[in-house]
């Protein structure tokens, strides 16, 4: 009977009751706060880059500010205590990524309920792409978000990619209190040596980190010829993921996910992937990357806004796809960049610090 009434009870409800029955008190340090919220503590090392590099831009940029993650399985627990503690001064951002929108509605979810709670505090959105499609439930989605973000005094939304920032500078056409920017993805305003990496052995062989998932774009007959291509290079083959699994990790384990992953782009001498973070993390790791498309515009657009001009980068249209064999030949070619060095010019975030610091 239990069970039967537990099924049918709406899951706000049930989250509701179990924020309420679980929740945590939080010592929060006594100077002004600058909180990262939706912080990951899960085995997505895209969204665990985006958590390191936030945290480490929002300390070299706001100085006299304690940087605070709140993870995201924390959120509803922590919520209460947080909003007890707050003060005008403290500063709310949110994580940056590619959750925003219709794709993943509960990260959505969490994103709004933070904005909701904290309407006197500047809340600052870290770089997002904005999922959408024509559909009647993402068009729902879309005017809940413009209804909720709207809603706050000062909030700033910055997007990684034109098609988002577009979309962005639309839907909130005539929102003053909307601050809508653009910038890279955080994770291109870090190195490997900040992540985590210090050094690499020598460089050995092909890694493809491929998706297995909804955003997938490769056909059967994409594969073969990606297939046929890395066996005439003659390399050893690894295959990896930027998605390992795990949750509500600690601290350690998230760097250490992190930075061993790094290390892994760094050992090889060329890396295929069609995932965004794993065309970043060759960037931050100095490994040559063949970069394949994903079923939405997050990682062709962020390739075409940002780094189009990396000799150590090449995106393959689909329509180009038999060209990829001449494509892997001129990346084993290329040099090797350092893990010291950032993939775009620091001052492309000038927007983002301004929305920071500025009263």
Not at 153 to 179: C, M, S
Not at 300 to 313: F, I, S, V
Request: with cysteine; proline share 4%.
């Amino acid at each position: 009977m239990f069970n039967h009434v537990k099924k049918i009870l709406p899951l706000k409800f049930k989250q509701n009751v179990h924020s309420f029955l679980y929740k945590e008190k939080v010592e929060l340090p006594n100077k002004k706060r600058a909180f990262i919220f939706l912080a990951a503590d899960y085995g997505n090392i895209g969204d665990l880059a985006i958590s390191s590099a936030q945290k480490r831009f929002l300390e070299e940029n706001l100085a006299d500010y304690e940087v605070f993650p709140v993870p995201i399985s924390k959120t509803r627990l922590w919520l209460g205590s947080i909003k007890k503690q707050v003060t005008s001064e403290d500063i709310i951002t949110i994580i940056g990524g590619g959750n925003m929108g219709s794709l993943y509605p509960d990260i959505e979810d969490l994103r709004q309920l933070v904005i909701r709670n904290f309407p006197y505090n500047k809340i600052v959105c870290f770089p997002q792409t904005l999922d959408w499609d024509d559909s009647q439930s993402s068009n729902q989605a879309l005017k809940k978000i413009v209804k909720i973000y709207s809603g706050h005094t000062d909030i700033h939304i910055f997007a990684r990619e034109l098609i988002t920032y577009k979309k962005l500078e639309e839907i909130f056409n005539g929102q003053q209190n909307v601050k809508i920017g653009f910038v890279p993805d955080i994770v291109m305003s870090a190195s490997a040596k900040k992540l985590g990496v210090v050094n690499s052995s020598r460089p050995t062989g092909i890694l493809t980190c491929l998706r297995n998932d909804k955003e997938c774009a490769l056909k059967a007959e994409h594969y073969a010829i990606l297939d046929s291509a890395i066996d005439d290079t003659g390399l050893t083959i690894t295959k990896t993921d930027t998605h390992t699994g795990g949750s509500g990790l600690s601290k350690a384990e998230c760097t250490k996910m992190l930075s061993n992953k790094i290390q892994q782009f760094a050992e090889a001498k060329l890396v295929i992937t069609d995932r965004l973070h794993g065309m970043i993390l060759c960037m931050l790791s100095g490994t040559p990357c063949l970069v394949l498309p994903n079923s939405n515009h997050k990682i062709r657009q962020t390739y075409l806004d940002w780094l189009k001009d990396h000799p150590r980068l090449i995106f393959v249209e689909l329509e180009n796809f038999t060209q990829v064999s001449k494509y892997i030949d001129q990346l084993l070619s290329q040099p090797r960049g350092k893990l010291t060095d950032s993939p775009v010019e620091l001052t492309q975030y000038k927007q983002l610090i301004k929305a920071l610091s500025e009263k």
